[in-house]
Nanobody, 119 residues
Framework: QVRLEESGGGLVQAGASLTLSCAAS????????MGWFRQAPGKEREFVAS????????NYAETVKGRITISRDRPTSTVYLQMNNVNPDATAVYYC????????????WGRGTQVTVSS
């Protein structure tokens, strides 16, 4: 059974850096990809970034390009989301999710980790 567990969230001040982690387990993720999403209060969940397990090919939402970096560590099946110079707009619950290669939808989701940025 696939399990995704996020960590690294918390309360930070604007301008700080923060790295979220997502530990994946339950299968071999060859040919799968991992994504990060976020849901701010009162808003719909939105895509942030994704990365393929094999080649490490990345994709970012236009709104976060230049400020967020996604990476993965294949031996530990962990995906990271590094956030630099965060602002209060980054306040949200951050979720990681995974899907098979070529799939449109993400099959498995974590429970999320709260990030709160104070001004």
């Amino acid at each position: 059974q696939v399990r995704l567990e996020e960590s690294g969230g918390g309360l930070v001040q604007a301008g700080a850096s923060l790295t979220l982690s997502c530990a994946a387990s339950g299968r071999t993720f060859t040919n799968w990809s991992m994504g990060w999403f976020r849901q701010a209060p009162g808003k719909e969940r939105e895509f942030v970034a994704s990365i393929t397990w094999n080649l490490g090919t990345t994709n970012y939402a236009e709104t976060v390009k230049g400020r967020i970096t996604i990476s993965r560590d294949r031996p530990t099946s962990t995906v990271y989301l590094q956030m630099n110079n965060v602002n209060p707009d980054a306040t949200a619950v951050y979720y990681c999710a995974t899907r098979r290669g070529g799939a449109r939808d993400y099959h498995y989701w974590g429970r999320g980790t709260q990030v709160t940025v104070s001004s």
